[in-house]
């Protein structure tokens, strides 16, 4: 249904110049070891969209790492292999990097043998994917170039917008596949189909899904949360009665919906701000969604997840950062007493982006909401003319003093009470005369 001159159309439209130009290459050099090398894929599947996808897939039909390997040497690129998967990656000089596989076919001749793997068709390659969308190829080598391959209606499945396995026990073979729908139903708003939801639903029911490791289950779930829209993949995902995997406790209470909710647009916020500040956005997700077990289930569920014991420690941490500081600002936020500027910025100080917006996701309060928008846009930044050494100068001892008194000027500083150095220093000799 797509001819080959569309497709090279959409590569010069859609791709970088210099990527087209690496998809012609990699074509010559299946030309000259006389292999036949396609684009597959997700690459495929965002091309024909027209969206962005910077990670091309490549499937070479008989060895790919010698294919790699022919590559790298010819276009002074590094080439990393894995023998035992057939599998290779290139890396270009500009930073583009092209995944390799070989198409081949593992069975096992008795039960409990060793595998046997054999070299198969691009075909049984592309049959073993998980839904018909990423089933696309496309061939690159010169005679033919842009070729559109599409065995399992791939292309009317782009058109009629659905998600669709290619066989019925798919997410028995691979139940990961049942995070990867909702994933894609959301990114790219294609609805999955009655038969793969109810294919979905058997596999929960029947249990399928306990056997599901802790960390691809992990892995599925970062990449959910990292998406623009995961609260809408959270609320699929609570009505097809996954979050029970995740931990037998965790419910989508309107709690969670509301905190939810509320990291989107406070993400949305920072991000308007531009302060150059790196986000791990599924943190926040991730922290709001567990927001209404207690820690005990917080933990079972780190622990369900395999997280690492390190980044345990870390999403814990940020947990009872997070609840601590909610906790002092909700008792002061309501009193008559005047909540100072210095006030704000030692409750924040140090806590990283992720914790601070998780808070003003967290609270019902406008007003510690607008106290932590104050410490991200103003408070956080402010510093004081003076350092240590001044405190040198005038004779201080060093030791610990020196941080309450620079802390002390900082307060007067972000409340207003001294602007200059000159009312800075004043503070000092004040604070540093013997009593
Ligand atoms: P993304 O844009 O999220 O990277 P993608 O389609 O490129 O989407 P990848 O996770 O990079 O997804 O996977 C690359 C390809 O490998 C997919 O197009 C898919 O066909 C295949 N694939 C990945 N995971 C599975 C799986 N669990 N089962 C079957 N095929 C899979």
New binding site residues.
């Given amino acids: 249904p797509v001819r080959r001159r569309e497709v090279v159309h959409l590569m010069n439209k859609h791709l970088p110049r210099p990527a087209v130009a690496i998809l012609r290459d990699l074509g010559k050099v299946g030309d000259e070891l006389e292999l036949p090398v396609y684009a597959v894929?997700?690459?495929v599947?965002?091309l024909l969209l027209g969206a962005e996808?910077d990670?091309i897939?490549v499937s070479v039909e008989g060895d790919g790492i010698l294919f790699a390997e022919a590559v790298a040497t010819r276009m002074g690129c590094r080439v990393k292999s894995h023998a035992k998967f057939g599998t290779a990656v290139i890396v270009f000089p500009d930073g583009l990097k092209v995944d390799v596989a070989s198409t081949r076919l593992e069975y096992y001749e008795t039960p409990g043998a060793l595998p046997t793997v054999e070299r198969s068709s691009l075909k049984m390659d592309l049959y073993?994917?998980?839904?018909t969308i990423?089933?696309l190829a496309v061939k690159l080598n010169a005679e033919g170039f842009g070729t559109l391959i599409d065995y399992f209606g791939a292309y009317r499945d782009l058109r009629e917008k659905t998600i669709r396995v290619l066989h019925n026990l798919s997410f028995v073979e691979?139940p990961?596949?049942v995070f990867?729908a909702i994933?894609f139903e959301q990114r790219l708003g294609f609805p999955i189909s009655r038969h793969t939801e109810n294919l979905i639903k058997n596999a929960v029911k029947m249990g399928f899904l306990d056997k599901l490791g802790g960390r691809r289950l992990l892995n599925e779930l970062v990449?959910i949360l990292r998406e623009r829209e995961p609260v809408k993949a959270i609320l699929r995902m609570s009505g097809l009665e996954l979050l029970h995997f995740i931990h037998p406790d965790l419910a989508l209470t309107s709690d969670t919906l509301r905190v939810l909710d509320e990291v989107k647009k406070v993400i949305t916020w920072f991000e308007l701000l531009y302060l150059g500040e790196k986000v791990e956005t599924w943190v926040v997700y991730f922290l709001a969604l567990t927001s209404s077990l207690p820690d005990e289930g917080f933990w079972g569920t780190c622990t369900r997840l395999s997280v690492s014991e390190h980044y345990r420690e870390k999403l814990i941490d940020m947990r009872i950062q997070g609840e601590q500081v909610l906790e002092i600002m909700a008792r002061r936020a309501g009193r008559r007493e005047g909540v100072r500027c210095s006030d704000i910025y030692f409750w924040l100080r140090g806590l990283s982006p992720e914790v601070l917006l998780y808070i003003m996701a967290k609270t019902r309060s406008d007003e510690v909401r607008r106290y932590v928008s104050l410490y991200v846009t103003r408070l956080r930044s402010v510093v004081t003319h003076i350092t240590g050494n001044d405190l040198k100068v005038l004779g201080i001892p060093s030791g610990p003093r020196y941080r309450e008194i620079l802390d002390q000027v900082l307060s007067a500083r972000l409340n207003g009470e001294a602007t200059t150095r000159e009312d800075e220093m004043r503070i000092v000799r004040s604070l540093a005369a013997p009593a």
């Fill in positions: 894929g997700g690459f599947r965002d996808n990670d897939d073993r994917r998980d839904f990423n089933t691979d990961t596949r990867r994933r990449l």
